[in-house]
């Protein structure tokens, strides 16, 4: 049973910075992907960030670049997303994804509930 459980999230005022958490149980990811996606309510959720756990490459979103960072503890089987200079928009619940293949789009195999992420003008 694999499980990705999420946690850091919470309410800030634009300009603050956050640092989420994903813990990872069940398997070991180290050979593969883990990252971040969002979803605002009435929208698509969208891609965020992910690293690849062998050699931690990261790839980011265009509207989140240098204002994210990604990063992983192998060790742990855990990623992290810290947040920085947020804003309005960043509102969102966040999920933690790990595994699965790269085709055009990532698709990964296992989710977590998600954390809720809030930013107040």
């Known amino acids: 049973q694999v499980q990705l459980v999420e946690s850091g999230g919470g309410l800030v005022q634009a300009g ?4 989420l958490s994903c813990a990872a149980s069940g398997r070991t990811f180290g050979s593969t992907l883990m990252g971040w996606f969002r979803q605002a309510p009435g929208k698509e959720r969208e891609f965020v960030a992910r690293i690849r756990m062998s050699i931690g490459t990261t790839y980011y979103a265009d ?5 994210f960072t990604i990063s992983r503890d192998n ?6 997303l810290q947040m920085n200079s947020l804003k309005p ?3 969102a619940v966040y999920y933690c994804a790990a595994g699965g293949a790269l085709f055009t789009n990532w698709r990964p ?3 977590g509930q998600g954390t809720q ?3 107040s003008s």
Do not use: P
């Not at 603050?16 to 640092?19: G, I, T, V």
């Not at 509207?63 to 204002?67: A, H, K, L």
């Open 16 to 19: 603050h910075s956050l640092k």
């Open 63 to 67: 509207s989140v670049d240098d204002r």
């Open 75 to 80: 060790a742990k089987n855990t990623v992290y």
């Open 89 to 91: 928009e960043d509102t």
């Open 109 to 111: 195999d296992y989710w």
């Open 117 to 119: 992420v809030t930013v």
